[in-house]
């Protein structure tokens, strides 16, 4: 059994904040795994985390199927905000549409920023969906 | 692996009649090893006395590793013998800032008006070192840092050898990270380096009647010191950073708290006392 990877303070810190907001939030790390999402977040994508569980970003976030809402075409990590604070190393806003385990589509706004420790090291990602 | 308290006392010295059992020396561990080498933990004011001993035993060649650099950690560096002599090198380690070299930083203490002379004119040599991401040789011994929770950048230690652990955290408040309670090593604050350590050095700042008060301090309350060493699977538990209005007989009663709550097989926890001396393994 591969080694469970140790935490860095920051994510970890990060966790403790969403859990303690309303607000749905997500959080990867630095590789692009989606380590956590709150208890809010279990309203947008049918599931809660427990039942999720760690899965590569990409991975997980195929099953609920994200499309831009110009052309309904999917939308690729790199355009999504997620990906982009993962990818460029920056934060970025999106609105697109997905649709829930539970099968209802959903359009949802998207704010995504990367976490970096002391030593301009990334070590993972914010997501916060916004109400819409 | 012996270890040697020659502090354990938290935020400011604290001498007197009512503390001459566990001493009133702020921080200050230090670590020798089969082969005669020396490491330091924290430079609060029981740094002093050690650098005396140290002069007197000859040692020409140290470690420091500060876990951070608030002042109850760093007071007594100013008075550490083996600075004022030019035929010592010392290699001190710290956490890193995105803004000031460690050297910047902790010549900020060694200037005016807090002190008459500046970094620059003490004799040792010295090197700063920013404490890597991954683990690194220190002589016979891996040492291992970790950022944990407490405020401003604080890291925990992992100091460990062919035959044993050690992990020092000496200030750390998990409870403001969620606590450990549910939660699995990898989201624990420096579960990492203090997982199934045979010594656990811990905060426990505070009984479990005065935490309340101070939650986001960067402390930790008795029986979270309790819960945490449990939750990593430490061996032993020794109690560290003793809050200064504790006298030796309110220490007495947390002791004895800490060994109600840890309620396990094996060396209950125990309070670290100035002078305390532990062989590991």
């Known amino acids: 059994m591969a080694a469970v990877r140790p935490k860095h303070l920051v994510l970890i810190l990060a966790r403790e904040f969403a859990e303690n907001l309303a607000t749905p939030t997500l959080i990867t790390d630095e590789r692009g795994v989606l380590v956590f999402y709150n208890e809010a977040a279990d309203a947008i994508f049918g599931r809660s985390f427990a039942e999720a569980g760690e899965t590569p970003l990409d991975d997980w976030a195929a099953q609920y199927s994200p499309r831009s809402l110009e052309d309904d075409q999917a939308l690729p990590l790199e355009r999504r905000p997620t990906g982009i604070a993962l990818h460029e190393r920056k934060p970025a806003h999106e609105r697109f549409r997905i649709t829930g385990i539970d099968g209802v589509v959903r359009e949802v706004e998207v704010t995504a920023f990367p976490l970096f420790t002391h030593q301009d090291e990334l070590v993972g990602t914010v997501t916060i969906f916004w109400r819409v | 692996m012996r270890l040697k308290i020659w502090g354990c006392r938290g935020s400011l010295p604290t001498p007197g009649i009512e503390t001459v059992r566990y001493g009133g020396n702020t921080s200050c561990v230090e670590v020798t090893f089969d082969d005669g080498a020396v490491l330091v933990l924290d430079a609060g004011t029981g740094i002093r006395e050690l650098g005396a001993e140290l002069l007197q035993r000859g040692v020409r ?22 600075l004022w002599d030019d035929g010592v090198s010392v290699d001190i380690w710290g956490p890193s800032s995105p803004v000031t070299s460690l050297r ?22 010295l090197t700063f070192h920013d404490v ?53 090593l990898d989201w624990i604050s420096g579960g990492a380096i203090a997982e199934g350590a045979d010594l656990l050095l811990h905060d426990s700042q505070y009984s479990e009647d005065e935490y309340p008060r101070f939650v986001g301090w960067g402390h930790s309350s008795v029986a979270d010191a309790v819960a945490y060493a449990d939750a990593v699977g430490a061996r032993r538990l020794l109690l560290f950073h003793h809050e200064p209005r504790h006298d030796d007989d309110s220490l007495d009663r947390l002791e004895a708290r800490a060994r109600e709550l840890a309620a396990r097989d094996g060396d209950g926890p125990t309070l670290a006392r100035e002078g305390m001396v532990l062989e590991l393994p």
Do not use: Q
């Not at chain 2, 060649?61 to 008075?79: I, K, P, S």
């Not at chain 2, 910047?104 to 040599?125: H, K, T």
């Open chain 2, 132 to 184: 890597p991401g991954a683990p690194w040789r220190l002589g016979s011994a891996t040492v291992s840092a970790a950022l944990v929770v407490h405020p401003g950048s604080t890291v925990g230690y992992r100091i460990e050898t062919s035959e044993a652990s050690f992990a020092y955290l000496p200030d750390h408040e998990p409870a403001l990270a969620g606590g450990v309670a549910g939660k699995t």
């Open chain 2, 61 to 82: 060649r140290l470690n420091l590793l500060l876990t951070h650099l608030h002042l109850d950690h760093l007071e007594g560096l100013r008075f550490f013998g083996p």
């Open chain 2, 104 to 125: 910047d930083r902790i010549s900020r203490s060694f200037s005016p008006p807090l002190f008459p002379l500046d970094l620059r004119e003490v004799p040792a040599g």
